[in-house]
Nanobody
């Protein structure tokens, strides 16, 4: 299985910055894509940014130019640098990994795994 542990959330004023980090552990064979999603109260979970093991990235239009996703393939970690934060960025942010991993003696390919979420609040 794969466990994802996020850190770095908190309260920040509009215009400020935060950095989220996520570490994957477990019986990992390969992680294809890692990314961040967010869910605001009363809203559906939405994509923020993803990064493939090749380095290719994808961003939601609402965060382009403000957020930067990066990844350390050797350490199975992903980070999200969030700058110029706005009140509408307030949400619970979830780390995601799309990976091959062992579950006991069975290899599960291309499964999606989620972290527990970390709260980001942008408010003055």
């Amino acid at each position: 299985q794969v466990q994802l542990v996020e850190s770095g959330g908190g309260l920040v004023q509009p215009g400020g910055s935060l950095r989220l980090s996520c570490a994957a552990s477990g019986s990992i064979v390969n992680i294809y894509t890692m990314g961040w999603y967010r869910q605001a109260p009363g809203e559906q979970r939405e994509l923020v940014a993803t990064i493939h093991s090749s380095g290719n990235t994808n961003y939601a239009d609402s965060v382009k130019g403000r957020f930067t996703i990066s990844r350390d393939n050797a350490k199975n970690t992903v980070s999200l640098q969030m700058d110029s934060l706005k009140s509408e960025d307030t949400a619970v942010y979830y780390c995601n990994a799309y990976a091959d991993a062992w579950h006991s003696s069975i290899l599960y390919r291309r499964m999606s795994y989620w972290g527990q979420g970390t709260q980001v609040t942008v408010s003055s």
